[in-house]
């Protein structure tokens, strides 16, 4: 028995409903070296944000294929939308931060956390998938006219901007692109498809990936696309699921689009989308990893009052397996998480580019696979329930249909996979390459 006087000392603060596993291991009274209490308070912030304007919203929206404007809004008023495209925080282009202190990628790291509570992969992109990986080549790569006029709107919810690169048969081999855009006079000339865009059908701008020169990585440019522009046409597609993001089929016909819509130097498009990948998927690792935190506190949940031969369903072996197995998947994979945080918290830009490509694309598909197993396995002990749209399965149902919604985008598993051991190959050559020049530099200065 736990005495009053055995607690004294003790860290007791817990944050949330308290369920095992339920919540990231910080808010339930462990230490930890990564949270101070500006995170606690924004934590604090968002809990009330999603649990007051979205939660009980999620479902409707999902079946009506789209989200109110005013939650875009509400989410720029919110600074949500400012803090999906990384660091440095655009003070010039929002203002000050409207919760008092400069966030950090912990921060970010909550937000995305928190918004998953919904249990909806058609939200998290809905409401902010474009901005976190259509606007950052703006922000960081656009005229300052650009930036004033595209910038400014998008984080404060006024207008949206999605990412254009996936064509019907360019994936993830980007370097294939045949989007293509010749230049005449003042304005370049668009043509081409682009297929699976999220957000496409309710963008306001498009970031378009396009080949303005020869063929490979190195011919690839990066146009900004206006939707009030001539030859411009979208096609909301029907997918499995992430029905509220707005997933779209783009046509480019003969579209003008001025020279100054050019984001940096032409051919450098690729640098600039590989720039953002890692912040890309470090987003996609977020949420996937509260996705699969979802499936455990529902099936907790779930089995803590539903009753088969007599006891409820926590009370069968079997169950407290799948429920442990889970667990002990969901707590390696957050670690792991927090770690890279860390790491993109601390490191300088370009060093956090070449050490920490491997490690997000691995990350990613951990996150991605421990959502799947998760979703399968919440659906084993909902039964019937996770089969209907709707009711107590609800979040169980909708994220077994979205798994491949996380998996797929961002990067294949199978390429991440590949990437990750060449990239970190690469590094630990270049590391060692340094290690044996430096005895000999150092004799040279003697």
């Avoid at 009506?64 to 939650?71: F, N, S, T």
């Avoid at 819509?261 to 953002?276: D, P, S, V, W």
């Amino acid at each position: 028995m736990v005495s009053p006087a055995m607690l004294k000392g003790m860290n007791t603060e817990v944050y949330g409903e308290g369920h095992p596993f339920g919540d990231p291991a910080w808010y339930q009274a462990y230490n930890t070296p990564y949270y101070n209490d500006s995170h606690k308070q924004f934590r604090k912030l968002m809990r009330e944000y999603v649990d007051e304007h979205i939660m009980s919203n999620v479902h409707d929206w999902d079946e009506k294929g789209v989200i109110p404007k005013e939650m875009y809004l509400e989410a720029g008023k919110q600074g949500t939308l400012a803090l999906c495209i990384g660091r440095p925080w655009p003070e010039k282009y929002y203002g000050k931060a409207p919760w008092g202190f400069e966030p950090d990628y912990f921060h970010e790291l909550i937000m995305y956390d928190e918004m998953s509570r919904t249990g909806s992969v058609g939200f998290q992109w809905g409401i902010a998938g474009g901005t976190t990986i259509g606007l950052p080549p703006v922000y960081h790569h656009g005229s300052e006219e650009l930036k004033q006029r595209v910038v400014t709107p998008c984080v404060k919810g006024e207008k949206v901007c999605c990412l254009a690169i996936t064509e019907p048969t360019a994936g993830s081999d980007v370097a294939n692109l045949k989007c293509s855009a010749k230049l005449e006079g003042d304005h370049y000339i668009l043509n081409g498809e682009k297929k699976w865009i999220t957000n496409g059908i309710f963008a306001d701008y498009f970031t378009v990936a396009c080949r303005t020169g020869k063929p490979g990585v190195g011919g690839i440019s990066l146009l900004l696309v206006e939707k009030d522009m001539p030859g411009v046409e979208t096609r909301k597609m029907k997918c499995s699921g992430a029905w509220s993001c707005g997933t779209t089929y783009i046509t480019f016909d003969d579209v003008k689009v001025p020279k100054g819509n050019l984001l940096g130097k032409e051919g450098k498009g690729f640098q600039y989308m590989m720039q953002n990948f890692n912040h890309e998927r470090f987003a996609f690792c977020a949420m996937s990893t509260r996705f699969a935190r979802v499936c455990l506190e529902d099936s907790l949940k779930f089995a803590g009052k539903r009753k088969t031969f007599g006891k409820t369903l926590i009370q069968h072996p079997v169950i407290r397996w799948k429920v442990a197995e889970m667990a002990r998947m969901i707590e390696a994979t957050h670690n792991w998480l927090e770690w890279i945080t860390f790491q993109l918290n601390t490191m300088p830009k370009m060093e956090a580019m070449l050490k920490l490509g491997g490690h997000t694309a691995l990350c990613k598909v951990q996150c991605t696979k421990v959502m799947e197993y998760c979703a399968r396995e919440a659906a084993q002990i909902f039964g019937g329930l996770s089969y209907s749209r709707g009711g107590q399965g609800e979040k169980v149902e909708r994220l077994n249909r979205e798994v491949r919604a996380m998996a797929i985008p961002g990067g294949s598993e199978e390429i991440m996979l590949d990437l990750g051991v060449k990239q970190s190959t690469k590094l630990a050559q270049m590391a060692k390459m340094f290690a044996e020049a430096a005895p000999q530099q150092a004799a040279a200065k003697l």
